[in-house]
């Protein structure tokens, strides 16, 4: 059974910085890509930040420049780096795992339970 576990949200006001980490049950190199989304009230989530298995990275172009993705392979972690972060950054941040094993049309997807971060002006 696959697990996604969050952390790292947060109170920060604008311009200031949060790491988020989402540990995984088990070796993140099973799933084919993990990556970040994100929900404000009312809104659809969003993708926020991509990370394939081979190491290529895709960011919403709200994001690009401010944060960042990166993996530890060694702990079985997917970060999310946040700096220069806005009001407009305020949502619950979900981790994402995507698994192609079973259908390239129509990947498994497996979801943490959301952390929140709360950017003040």
């Known amino acids: 059974q696959v697990q996604l576990v969050e952390s790292g949200g947060g109170l920060v006001q604008a311009g200031g910085s949060l790491r988020l980490s989402c540990a995984a049950s088990?070796?993140?190199?099973?799933?084919?890509?993990m990556g970040w989304y994100r929900q404000a009230p009312g809104k659809q989530r969003d993708m926020v930040a991509t990370?394939?298995?081979?190491?290529?990275?895709t960011y919403a172009d709200s994001v690009k420049g401010r944060f960042t993705i990166s993996r530890d392979a060694t702990k079985n972690t997917v970060y999310l780096q946040m700096n220069s972060l806005k009001p407009e950054d305020t949502a619950v941040y979900y981790c994402?795992?995507?698994?192609?094993?079973?259908?390239?049309?129509?990947?498994?997807?497996?979801w943490g339970q959301g952390t929140q971060v709360n950017v003040s002006s």
């Open positions: 990370l394939t298995s081979g190491g290529t990275t």
């Open positions: 994402n795992a995507r698994d192609y094993s079973a259908s390239i049309a129509y990947p498994t997807h497996y």
């Open positions: 088990g070796s993140i190199f099973r799933f084919n890509a």
